[in-house]
Every structure is written in C-alpha cells, then in structure tokens.
C-alpha cells in the first residue's frame, strides 16, 4: 500500500481544521442569529418620521456613509414629508456617540436676533394657542449645525446629502398621508389656509392639499441646489440667505443679514448620568436633558419591579411616574442658556441630594396644588421631529430637529421656499427676559444610553413638552427589558392594556416596537393629566384611568397632542430599529 507523503498529510490536516472552524462559526453564528428578533439588522439602522426618509438615510449608509451623513439625509427628507415640524429654517440637537465611546453633543437651535420687539413676552399667548408672524422667528442654526458635523464625522461628499430632497422637492410627491390627516384637523386648515403657507400647502382654490394631491416645493430644491453645490454659506452669507431675510422683513420681520452671518454652532460634551448599571448621555442645558434625567432619577429611588405592576400596584406606580413629571414641570424654569445667566441653570436636577428630596415629597396616596410643585403653566406645541442612526462602524446619532410649533410662524418665504421657526415663543412663560444672541429653553432631548454589557439604546423623541414624558417612558421600558431578563417584562403597555394572563405572556416577549407604541398620559403644564387617544378612542385601562383620579389627580382637555419616539438599539449584535406609528412612520436598515 502506497504510504501518504508528509506534504500531503499537512495540507489535509489543514484543510479539515479550517473546515471545523468553519462548521464551529456557522453554527455560532446561526445560534446568534436565532436571538434576534424578527425584521432586526446586522449592520446599520435608521429611524426616521417616514418610510422613505428612513429608507434615504439607509442608502446613505450602504454607499459609505456615516451615521451623520444618513441622519442629515433623512431630516432634508423630513423637511419635505413633514414640513409642519422641522426645516432648514429651524434647528436642531445632536447628540454624537463617537466609537471611542465619547458622547458629543452639537446645538444648532436659533438664536434671538440683535434686534426684537422689545415687550415681545407681554405677547405671549394666554391659552393653548398657536404663535404666529415674524416677531417670533429665530436665527435659523438648521445648516450651520449639519456642515459643521459633516465636516467632523461625514464620509459622502456634502452635495450627495441632498440629492434625494431635491428630487422629492421638485418632483413633488402625493400628499403624504400623515400630513394630509393633520391638515384634516380643522385647528391646522385655517393655520395654513390664512397665512402665506397657503403658497405651497393649497390647491388652486385655496383649500389646503387633500388626498390626491401633489406636494411640491419647487423653490426650495432651488435653494437645496445651490446649497448643495456652495455649502451653508449660500444661507448664510450668500443669496439664499439676502432673499430669506428680504422676505421676513417684507412680512414685518427685523432679523438682518447679520443674524446669520454670526451664528455659531455649540458643541459641548454630554452630561452623563448614572441609572442602573446603564449611563445615560443627555445634552446640556437649554436642551431638556436635565429634565429627562431628573424623572429617570426619581423612578430608580423607587425600586421598580415586575411585581410593581400586578393588581392595585399598577396604579401606584403610574402615580410615582406622574409625581415625578409634576415635579419636572416644576423646574421647567431653570432651563435656559448657561451661556446667558449668572447661575448655572440645572445642575442641581442631576444632584442627588436634591433628588432624595423631592423624591421624599412624593406623596403615595395623593397629589397636590400646583404650587406644591412650583408650577407656572405654559404653552405647549406639537412640532418637532426625531432621527435615530446606528452605522456599521459603531458611530450613534439622537437627532432632534424643528421649527417649533405646527409650520412654525406659519411664515414662508416665497424666495426661497423655506418656513420659517417661531422659536422665540419658548421663552414664554420660562423666561421673564430674553437677549440676542441667546438660545431659547427647550424639551428637545437625544439621548444614547449605554448599557453595562455593551448594548446602545440611541433615542429621542417629537412633541414639544410631551417629549421628556414620552422619552422617559421608553427608556423606563428598555431599563426593565434590560434589568429583568429572566421575564422580560415592560412596564407600560402591559398593565394598561391586557388582563393578568396577558401580561404574564408578555413578560417574555415584550419588544422595542410594543415599548413606543405604548399609550402615555401626557401631563400638561396645568399638572392635569391627558389621555391618549386614538381615532376618537381612548387606549386607556379605565381602571387605571378612574384610579388615577381617585387619587386627586385632574383630567385635562387637549383635544390634540402627539409624542413620537423614534429609536435604534444595539444588543448582542442585533439591531432594532423602530420609529413611531403615531406619525405613520417606518424605519429602515440592513
């Protein structure tokens, strides 16, 4: 018998060890990959307001981009799908993850122009109410804010960015369908139906837009066209912007050409919290990070359970939740410009002294007067929109961008087609003064939280107020997902919605998507509680509900309110991507 050469032995011997490791990975990774869950990712995720926003961004990222460059893609888009909340004419928070793990955050939000009304908080609107016209626009930061990023984290030439907004913009698309509902609420018609809106959200009989319809915004691809190929300078030192502030001033306005040319985009590091064995990084005031923080903080002291939210327990601690949210209300106030007061404006909402002691005013078996709280209502709005972006190279975006209230000012500007913010009007009732250059106090809050094991949970959310109420419950239901993963309980939508037996099901399989579709009670700045409904339908437990008020707690009457949570998390090498069906939104990734 012929006897094997040596050679021959060694690349036999080699080729059957490749082929075991080979076999070792396959069946390592088929294991990994039957944790995931259903319509999970591997690589990169985008959480837009819309399908195809989040499908932009996603592209982005497939042809080399950056979480930046898909972030910035997918709010250009939102622009045009959703122009009742965000826009070039607004501006935005970033909240950066780099991969070494350092979390930046980048504040872009408009300014106070040099010259304003001077009695324009005696101006403030009373009730729930709107603001309109030009004395409430501020220095737009929307593209000073993305050059700037793009210039630090951007892997596609900035001209790219654009390209999928310019088409949509030109092209025009049929009325998206989010967009058409809000334009069916009467509030919302007469808005654009009696301002210059009309220009480009009405059909030739000056009705706004309906089913059917085409949205078009032929002079803002112009303008994206020629910011695309000359940068943010052809806004702000540029033609684009000597049109846009000819045409406030044509409306009344007083911002000049010097108002853009000064601005300047804040880059800072983010506060980070401790919470569990999780660390939350928020952006620093005027953003709400502190606030959002502050709620957290005062949950945790309460050692929540899965057994908190079985029988009479869940009442209990949705009045904890509510309690604490009352008293946030209460430091509304000290959020403003670090950069423009004295005193630091909420570093104590972070303290822990100062938490243990409100905490201990938390009152189990009852509520109290708003002054208990340090109250002073103000108004509130639904504008504002959130992008969540995770890339294949470990880089996390929380993005929240808007111009304020529905359409902002409800001004446009026909030169140049962008609508103007109304952003000055979130000095009221927070403010007593307000100075140029500073920046407005304010709910936006893009938060990424790290777990102890590696996970990201890169979040945010739109609504104004509501948004530290509806982000702070999300990140409560991921920290029970992640703190209790023998029952994998959630806390919200389960004991809510569902009997006993149900809940005991969802302990084991409650997911991000069921987290955010979860109903909220929205607390307004009166402290009376609203609950959420649905085509005219309230999601709401009515045992809760009538427990709640046994309490003392006040029902509210806002006939409209959203909160939307869009959000990417990473765990064990699966990524969720989910944005919120309240806006019809969608997310994407691959």
Same mark, same amino acid.
């Not at 403030?124 to 700037?148: A, F, H, N």
């Not at 911002?255 to 999780?278: H, K, N």
């Given at each position: 018998?012929?006897?094997?050469?040596?050679?021959?032995?060694?690349?036999?011997?080699?080729?059957?060890?490749?082929?075991?490791?080979?076999?070792?990975?396959?069946?390592?990774?088929?294991?990994?990959?039957?944790?995931?869950?259903?319509?999970? $990712?591997?690589?990169?995720?985008?959480?837009?307001?819309?399908?195809?926003?989040?499908?932009?961004?996603?592209?982005?990222?497939?042809?080399?981009?950056?979480?930046?460059?898909?972030?910035?893609?997918?709010?250009?888009?939102?622009?045009?799908?959703?122009?009742?909340?965000?826009?070039?004419?607004?501006?935005?928070?970033?909240?950066?993850?780099?991969?070494?793990?350092?979390?930046?955050? +980048?504040? +872009?939000?408009?300014?106070?122009?040099?010259?304003?009304?001077?009695?324009?908080?005696?101006?403030?609107?009373?009730?729930?109410?709107?603001?309109?016209?030009?004395?409430?626009?501020?220095?737009?930061?929307?593209?000073?804010?993305?050059?700037?990023?793009?210039?630090?984290?951007?892997?596609?030439?900035?001209?790219?960015?654009?390209?999928?907004?310019?088409?949509?913009?030109?092209?025009?698309?049929?009325?998206?369908?989010?967009?058409?509902?809000?334009?069916?609420?009467?509030?919302?018609?007469?808005? !654009?139906?009696?301002?210059?809106?009309?220009?480009?959200?009405?059909?030739?009989?000056?009705?706004?837009?309906?089913?059917?319809?085409?949205?078009?915004?032929?002079?803002?691809?112009?303008?994206?066209?020629?910011?695309?190929?000359?940068?943010?300078?052809? $806004?702000?030192?540029?033609?684009?912007?000597?049109?846009?502030?000819?045409?406030?001033?044509?409306?009344?306005?007083?911002?000049?050409?010097?108002? &853009?040319?000064? +601005?300047?985009?804040?880059?800072?590091?983010?506060?980070?919290?401790?919470?569990?064995?999780?660390?939350?990084?928020?952006?620093?005031?005027?953003?709400?990070?502190?606030? &959002?923080? $502050?709620?957290?903080?005062?949950?945790?002291?309460?050692?929540?359970?899965?057994?908190?939210?079985?029988?009479?327990?869940?009442?209990?601690?949705?009045?904890?939740?509510?309690?604490?949210?009352?008293?946030?209300?209460?430091?509304?106030?000290?959020?403003?410009?670090?950069?423009?007061?004295?005193?630091?404006?909420?570093?104590?909402?972070?303290?822990?002294?100062?938490?243990?002691?409100?905490?201990?005013?938390?009152?189990?078996?009852?509520?109290?007067?708003?002054?208990?709280?340090?109250?002073?209502?103000?108004?509130?709005? $639904?504008?504002?929109?959130?992008?969540?972006?995770?890339?294949?190279?470990?880089?996390?975006?929380?993005?929240?961008?808007?111009?304020?209230?529905?359409?902002?000012?409800?001004?446009?500007?026909?030169?140049?087609?962008?609508?103007?913010?109304?952003?000055?009007?979130?000095?009221?009732?927070?403010?007593?003064?307000?100075?140029?250059?500073?920046?407005?106090?304010?709910?936006?809050?893009?938060?990424?939280?790290?777990?102890?094991?590696?996970?990201?949970?890169?979040?945010?959310?739109?609504?104004?107020?509501?948004?530290?109420?509806?982000?702070?419950?999300?990140?409560? &239901?991921?920290?029970?997902?992640?703190?209790?993963?023998?029952?994998?309980? !959630?806390?919200?939508?389960?004991?809510?919605?569902?009997?006993?037996?149900?809940?005991?099901?969802?302990?084991?399989?409650?997911?991000?998507?069921?987290?955010?579709?979860?109903?909220?009670?929205?607390?307004?700045?009166?402290?009376?509680?609203?609950?959420?409904?649905?085509?005219?339908?309230?999601?709401?437990?009515?045992?809760?509900?009538?427990?709640?008020?046994?309490?003392?707690?006040?029902?509210?009457?806002?006939?409209?309110?959203?909160?939307?949570?869009?959000?990417?998390?990473?765990?064990?090498?699966?990524?969720?991507?989910?944005?919120?069906?309240?806006?019809?939104?969608?997310?994407?990734?691959?």
């Amino acid at each position: 018998m012929a006897r094997c050469k040596p050679w021959l032995v060694c690349c036999s011997t080699f080729v059957c060890l490749v082929c075991t490791a080979a076999l070792v990975c396959f069946f390592i990774f088929s294991f990994l990959d039957r944790g995931c869950p259903n319509g999970s $990712f591997k690589h990169a995720a985008v959480a837009a307001d819309s399908l195809r926003c989040s499908q932009i961004g996603r592209k982005m990222l497939q042809e080399g981009g950056s979480a930046v460059d898909g972030a910035i893609a997918a709010l250009l888009c939102t622009s045009v799908i959703n122009p009742q909340s965000m826009g070039i004419g607004g501006g935005s928070v970033f909240t950066i993850r780099e991969k070494t793990g350092k979390v930046k955050v +980048f504040n +872009f939000r408009e300014t106070v122009p040099k010259a304003f009304k001077s009695n324009l908080l005696n101006d403030c609107p009373t009730t729930s109410k709107m603001t309109t016209g030009t004395q409430w626009i501020g220095v737009p930061g929307e593209l000073r804010g993305y050059e700037d990023v793009h210039r630090r984290y951007g892997k596609l030439p900035w001209a790219k960015l654009f390209e999928p907004t310019i088409k949509l913009a030109r092209e025009g698309i049929p009325l998206p369908p989010y967009l058409g509902l809000l334009l069916n609420i009467p509030l919302a018609k007469k808005h !654009v139906e009696k301002s210059s809106l009309c220009e480009v959200l009405c059909n030739k009989n000056k009705t706004v837009l309906g089913k059917g319809d085409m949205l078009k915004f032929p002079k803002l691809a112009e303008s994206m066209e020629m910011i695309a190929a000359q940068g943010a300078k052809a $806004f702000y030192t540029g033609k684009i912007g000597h049109d846009l502030i000819q045409d406030i001033k044509d409306a009344g306005g007083t911002m000049e050409v010097e108002d &853009l040319e000064s +601005f300047r985009v804040r880059v800072a590091d983010a506060w980070t919290v401790p919470l569990g064995d999780a660390k939350l990084h928020i952006a620093p005031p005027p953003a709400g990070g502190a606030l &959002l923080a $502050f709620i957290l903080k005062l949950l945790e002291g309460f050692s929540l359970t899965p057994d908190s939210f079985h029988g009479d327990q869940k009442i209990q601690t949705y009045h904890l939740f509510i309690e604490a949210a009352k008293f946030a209300n209460g430091q509304k106030r000290n959020i403003h410009d670090p950069d423009f007061n004295d005193r630091k404006s909420a570093d104590h909402l972070i303290d822990p002294t100062f938490i243990d002691h409100i905490r201990k005013m938390i009152s189990s078996n009852r509520t109290h007067e708003n002054s208990y709280y340090n109250v002073k209502p103000s108004t509130d709005h $639904f504008g504002t929109t959130h992008v969540s972006v995770l890339d294949e190279d470990g880089l996390a975006v929380s993005a929240t961008s808007t111009i304020n209230h529905l359409f902002g000012g409800a001004v446009y500007s026909p030169r140049t087609g962008i609508i103007l913010n109304n952003e000055l009007s979130d000095f009221c009732k927070r403010a007593d003064t307000l100075t140029a250059g500073e920046q407005p106090p304010s709910s936006m809050t893009p938060v990424i939280l790290e777990s102890k094991s590696g996970g990201l949970l890169v979040i945010g959310g739109s609504g104004g107020s509501m948004i530290t109420v509806a982000v702070a419950l999300v990140t409560q &239901l991921v920290l029970f997902i992640t703190s209790f993963k023998d029952s994998l309980f !959630v806390f919200l939508h389960c004991f809510l919605l569902f009997s006993q037996s149900i809940m005991n099901h969802l302990w084991l399989g409650m997911n991000l998507t069921e987290a955010i579709a979860a109903p909220i009670v929205y607390i307004d700045p009166n402290n009376n509680l609203n609950f959420e409904r649905f085509m005219n339908h309230e999601k709401f437990d009515q045992s809760v509900k009538d427990g709640l008020l046994a309490l003392g707690h006040k029902q509210g009457d806002s006939e409209y309110f959203v909160n939307v949570v869009n959000a990417v998390e990473k765990e064990n090498g699966c990524i969720v991507a989910v944005s919120d069906s309240r806006k019809l939104g969608m997310s994407d990734g691959y």
